[in-house]
């Protein structure tokens, strides 16, 4: 039992040093040959190769060879489709930093080109894929949008004209995110070096202009009527008056707004402590005598 066991250790030993030794002369062979491609002056062979290594994804070699071979075919009917495969490679590399430079120089090039409804949309895409993090800065989440409208704009029948509005969908949505983030900070920030409620809201208002539709639009508005409130109650007593009636009107905009909204109790607990702060009563009052009355006010300034 015990030689049995002994010969399979050793059956099974042999059998993977066989499979590592032919690996190796694989690897030796492959780099012999790409070797033997880079020394080589001519510049069809490494045109062939390139296309070959893209096939076999070793992106790597075709950048290389392809690089080489550029300038040499400049001017001649291959020159646009070794850029296209340039920027292909760096796309699959997932260098999308160069990818998308050489997309752009291909269809700034070729505005006929055979490969251009797939450049413009790969050099947007590279910049969507590498769209960062919304708590950082946000340029190529933003040039991304700009490159997937330019797309739909030259490519509006394009089947990948549904993706690239998906696309730039969610990456305005992550704008909006990210100003949701500012808006949020400003106002846990409250009164500290300065007035940041007044910060708060004229950020949340101008997320609104901008993502009118975006998922946090309530979240914005809601800021806004607690900046509102947290500014009266901080006001000096000339500013008060004025400040609890925006936020009442900052109530009926939610109120309004989102009728079933997640956070109207909390919008009714704070237009209930503003008419309390401008001793008015609570029973019955309605948008437009507020309206009225704030209207009363200002003619008394």
Excluded: W
């Excluded at 296309?51 to 300038?71: A, C, P, V």
């Excluded at 208002?205 to 539709?213: D, H, Q």
Aim: net charge negative; proline share 2%; glycine share 4%.
């Amino acid at each position: 039992m015990l030689c049995v066991n002994l010969q399979t250790n050793f059956g099974i030993g042999m059998k993977i040093k066989l499979f590592c030794t032919c690996l190796l002369a694989t690897l030796l062979l492959s780099c012999g040959e790409y070797n033997k491609i880079l020394k080589s002056n001519d510049a069809e062979l490494r045109y062939e190769y390139a296309k070959k290594y893209f096939d076999e994804k070793k992106y790597g070699r075709t950048i290389t060879l392809l690089e080489s071979i550029m300038t040499t075919y400049v001017g001649s009917p291959k020159e646009q489709e070794i850029m296209f495969l340039l920027a292909q490679s760096y796309f699959f590399d997932k260098d999308y930093t160069t990818a998308t430079y050489y997309y752009t120089q291909y269809f700034n090039r070729f505005s006929r080109g055979e490969y251009v409804e797939l450049a413009r949309f790969n050099a947007a895409d590279a910049l969507y894929l590498d769209s960062p993090d919304a708590r950082l800065d946000q340029t190529n989440t933003i040039k991304a949008i700009q490159g997937f409208q330019d797309f739909l704009e030259y490519f509006p029948q394009s089947d990948k004209a549904q993706l690239a509005q998906e696309r730039m969908f969610e990456l305005q949505e992550k704008l909006a995110y990210k100003e949701f983030l500012s808006a949020r900070l400003y106002y846990n920030l409250g009164t500290y070096m300065g007035n940041n409620y007044e910060s708060c809201a004229i950020t949340a208002r101008e997320a609104l202009k901008n993502y009118p539709f975006s998922a946090y639009a309530e979240e914005f508005q809601i800021l806004i009527l607690r900046s509102k409130f947290e500014e009266a109650l901080n006001s000096i007593d000339e500013k008060k008056q004025a400040r609890f009636y925006e936020v009442i009107d900052e109530h009926f905009n939610y109120k309004n707004l989102y009728p079933n909204g997640k956070f109207l109790k909390e919008s009714e607990k704070r237009y209930l402590k503003a008419m309390q702060e401008l001793g008015k009563e609570v029973d019955a009052v309605t948008e437009e005598a507020v309206e009225a009355e704030k209207a009363e006010f200002e003619k008394t300034k």
